[in-house]
């Protein structure tokens, strides 16, 4: 059993150790500087785990060289992650020198262990031993263990709350970003935090629970603790993986101050002029509301007249150019083609037709699915084959579109016209 038990403390060890190198191969292939983070986050892990691991098999003089990194690497967990958070949710992100406060708990513990560092061998080796009775000085070993205990019980506590809760604003603003910028999802949302965040509340709640009970002396103490740790480490690393960087996409220098002389606004003029008798069918069918938030654009300069030539082209755009079948369209590609600015597009969508612009589009993908499946001629292809036809990237958000806009599932709506 006690074999078992090292193995188990070995492994986390070496996953996290191979995780990191496929981090840093996908990172230096042009990846985006989240995976260069979550490369140092599985660094980081990797030395954590060696530390626990040699107190497995009770090597102390290993244990007495990485002692007094250990706290501090404890304290770089949490911040890590929420630039790392950052990194995945900020358009263009860069590394600011406010990033570097982060670290100062980290810093202030490493300064604290210097006494450690300088200390004899003796002394280290029956501290990190536990052998208070052959510590020649008491009064370091206490202070040693104040040090730790302050860390890992005040400071590391502090540090789970506060950056949950930032983590959490992170993920709500995120969601709204991509909401209003992406017609898709897929690798974008950071839905995988929830998934995370359950993850580690249930390992804390366990590994407490067995700290305060007799079971935490037992073998399924370490058990328990290391295959939570391989999965905790190992779903971050995944989603990092496949988790694309919001880009910022290059604006014509005559959009960058958001002014549009006459001429512009003459550009769309014409755009009118061109649209089908049918064009404003799905206009009427769109529940045309002012925002529920007025005061989100009270400082806007989108002017009437643009504003109305801007919805007109959006219309055009969608029923007669269909440009909801490009899978990755962004609200980028719609104001490159409208020749104007993202901020203009997402007011004319959110104002006019009272929907952000992931909803927007994909109300069109459904209502061109939905037209497709009354089609006999279409009924060889599978949902998922008319979905990706409209544009969508997988059949779970085709199938959540779907229901959320016409009240049934692509199955029961097929079922429901081959009744009839």
């Given at each position: ?104 708990p980290a810093f202030v513990y490493l300064t604290a262990n210097a006494p450690f560092i300088f200390s004899g061998n003796e002394l280290k080796l029956s501290y990190v031993s536990q052998n208070p009775a052959e510590t020649a000085n008491q ?27 930032k983590s959490v604003r992170i993920f709500r603003k995120h969601q709204d970003y991509i909401d209003n910028h992406y017609s898709y999802t897929e690798n974008l949302s950071l839905g995988w935090f929830k998934v995370i965040a359950f993850s580690f509340f249930f390992f804390l709640v366990a590994n407490q629970l067995l700290y305060f009970s007799s079971i935490g002396s037992s ?202």
């Amino acid at each position: 059993m006690k074999l078992l038990i090292n193995i188990l403390y070995a492994l986390p060890v070496y996953q996290a150790f191979t995780l990191m190198l496929l981090l840093l191969l996908r990172w230096f292939g042009n990846g985006g500087k989240h995976l260069f983070l979550m490369a140092v986050f599985q660094f980081l892990a990797t030395i954590y785990f060696l530390f626990n691991f040699l107190y497995a098999v009770q090597n102390f003089s290993a244990i007495s060289v990485i002692y007094p990194f250990v706290l501090p690497i404890i304290l770089l967990f949490a911040p890590l992650f929420y630039i790392f958070l950052e990194a995945v949710s900020t358009p263009g992100f860069t590394f600011k020198s406010k990033h570097l406060f982060h670290a100062l708990p980290a810093f202030v513990y490493l300064t604290a262990n210097a006494p450690f560092i300088f200390s004899g061998n003796e002394l280290k080796l029956s501290y990190v031993s536990q052998n208070p009775a052959e510590t020649a000085n008491q009064t370091l070993s206490a202070y040693f263990s104040l040090v730790y205990i302050s860390g890992i019980y005040i400071v590391l506590n502090f540090q789970v709350v506060f950056y949950f809760i930032k983590s959490v604003r992170i993920f709500r603003k995120h969601q709204d970003y991509i909401d209003n910028h992406y017609s898709y999802t897929e690798n974008l949302s950071l839905g995988w935090f929830k998934v995370i965040a359950f993850s580690f509340f249930f390992f804390l709640v366990a590994n407490q629970l067995l700290y305060f009970s007799s079971i935490g002396s037992s073998y399924f103490s370490p058990i328990i603790y290391n295959i939570s740790m391989l999965l905790i480490t190992l779903l971050v690393a995944y989603y990092s993986l496949t988790q694309k960087e919001l880009k910022v996409m290059p604006v014509p220098s005559f959009l960058e101050h958001q002014q549009f002389d006459n001429q512009e606004i003459e550009s769309l003029k014409g755009v009118n002029n061109n649209l089908s008798p049918e064009s404003s069918v799905v206009e009427q069918e769109f529940v045309v509301i002012e925002s529920s938030n007025p005061e989100k654009y009270a400082g806007s300069t989108l002017q009437e007249e643009l504003k109305t030539k801007l919805v007109e082209g959006l219309i055009k755009l969608m029923e007669e150019e269909k440009i909801f079948r490009n899978p990755s369209l962004s609200l980028d590609d719609v104001a490159m083609k409208l020749n104007t600015n993202t901020k203009y597009i997402s007011q004319a969508i959110n104002v006019h037709f009272g929907k952000n612009f992931y909803h927007f589009i994909n109300y069109y993908r459904i209502e061109e699915a939905k037209r497709l499946m009354i089609n006999n001629e279409n009924l060889k292809y599978s949902i998922y084959g008319i979905a990706q036809m409209v544009g969508f990237g997988s059949k779970s958000s085709f199938n959540a579109a779907f229901k959320r806009f016409s009240g049934t599932t692509p199955s029961d709506f097929i079922s429901g016209i081959q009744n009839k």
